[in-house]
Nanobody, 123 residues
Framework: QVQLVESGGGLVQAGGSLRLSCAAS????????MGWFRQAPGKGREFVAV????????YVADSVKGRFIISRDNAKNTVYLQMNSLKPEDTAVYYC????????????????WGQGTQVTVSS
């Protein structure tokens, strides 16, 4: 059982920045990964970024590359999503997710999910 708690969402103007945090607890392993996904109204859940707990592997979706940065703090069991140059199209509920046994970009491959945090970008 892995529990995830997101925080840091809010309302920002276009061009602004937010940093999302996801604190993890429970059983994790060196091969595990943490991902960020988002879901806009009426849309499916979209991959944003992923990072491994060890090894420093990270991958960011093309749609946010150059604007979003994923990072981790193993001592705090926390992953972050730094979001810069935000656009109205980034408006969505953002979820962190846990995947056992490796990285992935499909939401169906992730085992545990946080409650989500709303990010709203005004024009």
């Amino acid at each position: 059982q892995v529990q995830l708690v997101e925080s840091g969402g809010g309302l920002v103007q276009a061009g602004g920045s937010l940093r999302l945090s996801c604190a993890a607890s429970g059983r994790t392993f060196s091969s595990d990964a943490m991902g960020w996904f988002r879901q806009a109204p009426g849309k499916g859940r979209e991959f944003v970024a992923v990072i491994t707990w060890t090894g420093g592997y990270r991958y960011v979706a093309d749609s946010v590359k150059g604007r979003f940065i994923i990072s981790r703090d193993n001592a705090k069991n926390t992953v972050y999503l730094q979001m810069n140059s935000l656009k109205p199209e980034d408006t969505a509920v953002y979820y962190c997710a846990f995947r056992s046994g490796g990285v992935g970009v499909s939401p169906e491959s992730y085992d545990y999910w946080g409650q989500g945090t709303q990010v709203t970008v005004s024009s």
